[in-house]
Every structure is written in C-alpha cells, then in structure tokens.
C-alpha cells in the first residue's frame, strides 16, 4: 500500500532548512517503551475503565448527569458522535488516495489505519458501557432480532462492521510484515502461502472499508433529524447527514495531519513536506466545500438572519464557522501549506471546528424541554477522558512495535530486528 515520497527542500518558519524523505513506515525503535507520558496516560484509561466496570454493577445516577429529559449524555454526543469524526482518517486519506489517485498519500495511509481503528474502538468500548443492557449486545449478529424501524440500527451495524472487520483487515499487514521479520523462516514460509488469498479479497475488503463508514457517518447526522424542533435552527437541517460526513471528512483529513507533525516532533522524525502540503490542500477544499453546503442550506432555509443575530447559538456558530474558514482560507496558499508550524495550527483549528459542529446540535444546541439542564458530572468526564487516554496509549504502544509512521529507512530487516532485540 506503500509509494516511495519525494525528497524537497522547504523552510520553517525560523528559516532552517529541511531535508525531507519519506518512503514508507518505520517503527520507532530508539525510545524506550515505557516512558513517564506513557505511564501518565496508562493511569488515566485505568481510572476511566474502572469507574466504566463499576458503573456496571452501579445505578446510573451517581455515575452521570443525566435525566429523564437528557436521556443520552457525553457518552455518546461527544464519544461517539463527535470523536468518531477523529478516527474518519482512513475514510478521508483512503477514498483520496484510491479513489481519486493522490498516490502520493499512501505512505502515510497506515497512520491513517492506526488512528482510525483506535478511535473507532474506543468509541465502541464506550458505547458497550453506555447502553443500558450491555449484555444483550450479541442479538446484533442476529438479523432476525433486529428493529428495522429504529434510527439506530445501521449506526449499531455498520460501526461495529465496520471496525471489528474491515478496518481491523487493513491494518493487519501492520502486524504480518513485524511476524515476517521477526519470525522464523517455518513463518515466513506459511505467511508466504497465506499473502495470495490475502491479495484477492482485499479489493472487497477495501470496498466495504469505504462503503460502510460514508453510511453511518451520514446516519448519525440523520439520528439528528428525529429531534425535530428540540435542536436550534441553524443545526437543524435536512442536509445534517451530508454535512455529518463533510465534517467527518475534514476532521479525517485535519488529524491525521495533525498527528503527523506532532508524532514527528516527538519522536525526531524528518517532515516530508510534499506529502504534508497534499494534506494540507485537501483538508482546504474539504473546509470549503463544507462550508458551501452549510452557507447555502442557511439561504435555502431562510435562516441566515440566525446566523448574524449575535445570540448565544449565533456566536456559538459563527466561532464554528471562523475556525473552518481560517484554515479553508489559509491553506489555499503554497507557503502555508509548506510551513510545518503553520500547517499544524491550520489541521488544529479545522479538527475543533469539525467537531465543535458535530457535538452542538447533540447536546449545546440540544433543547428537550424548557429550562431542561445537563451537563457531565465528574465520573462521566473522567470515564471519557480514560477512553481518550486508552486511544493515546494504543497508539504510542503501536507506532514503536510496528511500522506505522513514514519515515527513510535502508535496512528493513534490520530495523525490526534492532527493535525486537531493544526490547526483548
């Protein structure tokens, strides 16, 4: 799934320059495993995962802040509605790398995977505590059982699809070429005789990969549309399920930038910056086709007087719209593209804007009932904030055992092998 980088020169923002090569991913094998951030987070998606367990054998109440009238709370407004929209990545980078050929992007399609399947795991840990009756989750493998009128139901199918097959498919090379290289020649010999069936299902695999996240990206923008008149004007909109998957797909393309400057920074790892620009120019047009379609549903609808009335969800909107168009303006140019500093500021802005429009309408501009209030007691932030850090942990566990950052390397079979002798 690899294609080699190009080298460019380019400069930061202090002048120096930068020398730039990616050619495919490269674990991280010069730092210890455990570190001091590693530990910091570890106890965090400890503490979270604990008070999760015990609110499972715990009455609701003093694990939440919800009511009779708020009868979903940041469980699954902001961990599944609006962090999903982090792990859209492999959705994002992957539909412009296969599908409209930006080959270039394929080198850094395994972060992409990585994050992708972490996020959208979390999203279903957290989802299986916030049910109700977690044990009855198993009558969705059965059709039979299903409620074919519920708004729910392609969320409830394709999420877990989507994640515990498709996407766990596309990062198994990640995990096969650490075996081929650390293993045995008797393993070599059987993952030699296992690649051909690989290879010819991995066009399927790759169809439903995209398929099934365009789905319930959308229908978590429709799950919307059945509160009707309870959500303020300028969120509620027949075309909140196209603008759900915009936004997923600008957040998609946002944080995957983001976390590539950020792991490269961290981990002193060179920046290609021909590749980061494509990122960069994409995540621009995505900013600007979102807000195309979110300008013109406003005129369409009659409501652009809401959106200059300078109220609360007036202000709360146009922030929105200001941090999307920042940097749907911005990237527009070459040099800022070019700019790590930059760049990251411009990827930072459009992630928060993204999910900023994707939570509102489920809780801020979520009115139920008159003078109805909720708002997240301790135990729900510190469960969502350990679900956030158990992604975190996944990933820095993952891009030192496996290749999952792009990066220049010479000896592949080297590298692995320092890696395992390094750590044992």
């Known amino acids: 799934m690899s294609t080699h980088g190009t080298t460019i020169n380019t400069r930061d923002t202090a002048g120096a320059t930068l020398v730039n090569h990616w050619q495919r991913g490269v674990p991280v094998y010069r730092e210890p495993v455990v570190t001091p951030t590693l530990l910091f987070f570890a106890a965090l998606a400890v503490l979270g995962l604990t008070l999760a367990i015990a609110r499972l054998f715990s009455p609701l109440g003093p694990f939440s802040g919800m009511n009779d009238v708020y009868a979903w709370g940041i469980w699954k407004s902001f961990n599944v509605l609006t962090l999903t929209a982090l792990g859209s990545g492999p959705l994002a980078v992957g539909m412009a790398a296969w599908v409209f050929n930006r080959q270039k992007l394929h080198v850094v399609m395994r972060t992409a995977l990585v994050s992708g399947f972490l996020f959208y795991s979390t999203g279903l840990i957290a989802l299986g505590f ?14 039979w059982r299903w409620n074919s009128e519920s708004a729910m139901l392609e969320v409830s199918v394709c999420m877990p699809l ?3 097959v498709f996407l766990l498919f596309e990062n198994v090379p990640l995990i096969l070429e650490r075996v081929y290289y650390t293993g045995s020649d008797a393993t070599r010999a059987t993952l030699h005789r296992v690649a051909p069936f690989l290879r010819r299902i991995y066009p399927f695999m790759i169809t439903g990969a995209y398929v099934l996240p365009l789905m319930h990206q959308s229908s978590l923008g429709g799950l919307m549309l059945l509160a009707g008149d309870k959500i303020h004007p300028l969120w509620q ?8 998957l915009l936004a997923a797909v600008l957040c998609g393309f946002g944080f995957v930038t983001f976390l590539l400057l950020t792991a490269s920074l961290r981990y002193s790892r060179t920046l290609d910056m021909d590749v980061l620009g494509e990122l960069g120019n994409l ?11 979110r300008c013109g549903d406003l005129v369409w609808r009659g409501q652009l007087h809401s959106a200059f009335a ?13 941090l999307i168009l920042i940097p749907a303006i911005a990237l527009r140019s070459r040099a800022v593209r070019e700019t790590p500093r930059t760049l ?5 802005l459009a992630c928060l804007g993204g999910l900023l429009f994707r939570f509102v309408p489920t809780t801020i501009a979520f009115a139920p009932a008159p003078n109805a209030v909720y708002f997240p007691n301790l135990p729900e932030l510190l469960m969502t904030v350990g679900y956030i850090s158990l992604g975190i942990v996944g990933f820095a566990l993952a891009v030192k055992y496996f290749a999952v950052l792009p990066g220049e390397i010479k000896d592949w079979n080297y590298m692995f092998r320092l890696a395992r002798q390094r750590r044992g």
């Open 237 to 244: 909109t027949p075309f909140l399920p196209l603008l759900y």
């Open 130 to 143: 916030d049910v109700g009756r977690p044990w009855n989750f198993w009558n969705i493998i059965l059709p």
């Open 344 to 348: 990251l500021r411009m990827a930072t």
């Open 162 to 164: 989507y994640c515990a």
């Open 310 to 322: 300078l109220d609360e969800m007036s202000l709360l909107f146009l922030c929105e719209t200001v």
């Open 283 to 293: 995540l621009s047009g995505a900013c600007c086709l979102f807000l195309a379609v």
